[in-house]
């Protein structure tokens, strides 16, 4: 039995861990621990997975206003994981990041635990969890820098949900209906979208279209700006660009049938991007940690990607993707240096490490 822990952008990595954990041990027996009122939930239900919940609130960067409120939740949180681990009993832990993993890891102390580390550089709160985990798994060689319990790390590689790589090239520009003598550019922010990407997108795009294909998803926030943008093109511009708010499960489909993508540059990039060998332009969100930073530094040193400061997207993004498209040596060796990336068996790898320490729990 396994219990998960997993919030924000570790869900997808812990998702496709826990299909490859059953692949290998059918008979596993699995819960998710969220949050209360976490957006996971409904994600982890729609894969058939068990789950329940704690209280929990983060610390760092909290004004004082909020400290002693923030507190109070992980303390209810420390007796909700207790409670929830006293009834479930599981054989191993597995935490892919989040504050809401802390008071999980301490109501579980003597139970084994991984940690996964989804991003090159730890958070504070990922930081805290590996002098508490059993073992660790990380995305990249890259993120032994940063952690002090180099004995416990394992680099697996980032965890891709399989049904991504369920796509190639040809079936997924005909489920966009793109023509295969255009260029098509891929442009995404993450779930939740990312404004600055959009809006330099929107000024630019006519110009754009005029030389591309756009598969746009913009997220919810700015979808009616998006709709009124994409009414506003002229007919043979207008079939030429293809509006999103989202993509579940046709994301992968977006991801093969690109040429080149703009996104932001969260975890995800150092799994996804090399699965298809997708080059990008990478615009690391600048009003939080350094994370994103450190990973689109990470691909663009291996030649894999180019990175943009936010501040510089709408003078520089139409100038950045026309040079680019129009060097077309340079945009296959940014494909092979991001294909060499590959791990596509990141997730089985996690899973092996996690039924490893269930069983040792079990049998010791």
Same mark, same amino acid.
């Given at each position: 039995?396994?219990?998960?822990?997993?919030?924000?952008?570790?869900?997808?990595?812990?998702?496709?861990?826990?299909k490859?954990?059953?692949?290998?041990?059918?008979?596993?027996?699995?819960?998710?621990?969220? #949050?209360?009122?976490?957006?996971?939930?409904?994600?982890?239900?729609?894969?058939?997975?068990?789950?329940?919940?704690?209280?929990?609130?983060?610390?760092?960067?909290?004004?004082?206003?909020?400290?002693? !409120?923030?507190?109070?939740?992980?303390? !209810?949180?420390?007796?909700?994981?207790?409670?929830?681990?006293?009834?479930?009993?599981?054989?191993?832990?597995?935490?892919?990041? #989040?504050?809401?993993?802390?008071?999980?890891?301490?109501?579980?102390?003597?139970?084994?635990?991984? $940690?996964?580390?989804?991003?090159?550089?730890?958070?504070?709160?990922?930081?805290?969890?590996s002098?508490?985990?059993?073992?660790?798994?990380?995305?990249?060689?890259?993120?032994?820098?940063?952690?002090?319990?180099?004995?416990?790390?394992?680099?697996?590689?980032?965890?891709?949900?399989?049904?991504?790589?369920?796509?190639?090239?040809?079936?997924?520009?005909?489920?966009f209906?793109?023509?295969?003598?255009?260029?098509?550019?891929?442009?995404?922010?993450?779930?939740?979208?990312?404004?600055?990407?959009?809006?330099?997108l929107?000024?630019?795009?006519?110009?754009?279209?005029?030389?591309?294909?756009?598969?746009?998803i913009?997220?919810?926030?700015?979808?009616?700006?998006?709709?009124?943008?994409?009414?506003?093109?002229?007919?043979?511009?207008?079939?030429r660009?293809?509006?999103?708010?989202?993509?579940?499960?046709?994301?992968g489909?977006?991801?093969?049938?690109?040429?080149?993508?703009?996104?932001?540059?969260?975890a995800?990039?150092?799994?996804?991007?090399?699965?298809?060998g997708?080059?990008?332009?990478?615009?690391?969100?600048?009003?939080?940690?350094?994370?994103?930073?450190?990973?689109?530094?990470?691909?663009?040193?291996?030649?894999?990607?180019?990175?943009?400061?936010?501040?510089?997207?709408?003078?520089?993004?139409?100038?950045?993707?026309?040079?680019?498209?129009?060097?077309?040596?340079?945009?296959?060796?940014?494909?092979?240096?991001?294909?060499? $990336?590959?791990?596509?068996?990141?997730?089985?790898g996690?899973?092996?490490?996690?039924?490893?320490?269930?069983?040792?729990?079990?049998?010791?």
């Amino acid at each position: 039995m396994i219990c998960a822990g997993g919030t924000g952008g570790g869900v997808y990595p812990a998702l496709a861990v826990h299909k490859a954990l059953l692949t290998q041990d059918p008979g596993a027996e699995v819960l998710w621990v969220g #949050g209360v009122d976490g957006i996971e939930a409904s994600l982890v239900e729609r894969a058939g997975i068990a789950y329940d919940s704690i209280p929990a609130a983060g610390v760092h960067g909290v004004g004082i206003t909020r400290l002693p !409120k923030n507190l109070l939740s992980i303390i !209810k949180g420390f007796f909700a994981a207790r409670r929830i681990l006293e009834q479930f009993k599981p054989d191993a832990l597995f935490f892919t990041g #989040g504050y809401l993993a802390v008071p999980m890891a301490l109501a579980g102390l003597k139970i084994p635990s991984l $940690l996964y580390v989804p991003d090159i550089e730890p958070g504070l709160a990922l930081q805290a969890l590996s002098y508490f985990a059993s073992r660790i798994a990380v995305t990249t060689e890259a993120s032994r820098m940063f952690l002090r319990q180099q004995g416990k790390i394992t680099a697996t590689g980032y965890p891709v949900r399989s049904e991504l790589g369920s796509w190639n090239r040809k079936d997924a520009r005909k489920n966009f209906n793109l023509n295969d003598d255009l260029p098509v550019l891929l442009v995404f922010g993450g779930s939740k979208g990312a404004r600055s990407i959009n809006m330099a997108l929107l000024e630019h795009l006519p110009a754009l279209l005029e030389q591309m294909q756009v598969v746009h998803i913009s997220g919810e926030l700015d979808w009616p700006v998006v709709q009124q943008n994409a009414a506003s093109l002229a007919g043979n511009l207008s079939e030429r660009y293809h509006p999103y708010p989202y993509l579940h499960d046709e994301m992968g489909a977006a991801l093969a049938a690109a040429d080149l993508v703009i996104s932001r540059a969260g975890a995800s990039i150092l799994g996804e991007l090399p699965l298809f060998g997708l080059p990008a332009i990478l615009v690391p969100y600048p009003h939080a940690w350094r994370y994103q930073k450190v990973n689109a530094d990470h691909l663009a040193q291996r030649g894999a990607a180019l990175v943009m400061e936010d501040a510089k997207l709408k003078s520089g993004l139409y100038l950045t993707v026309e040079k680019l498209l129009e060097t077309p040596e340079k945009l296959e060796s940014m494909r092979k240096a991001m294909r060499e $990336l590959q791990q596509p068996r990141a997730a089985d790898g996690i899973a092996s490490i996690l039924l490893d320490l269930a069983g040792a729990n079990k049998h010791g």
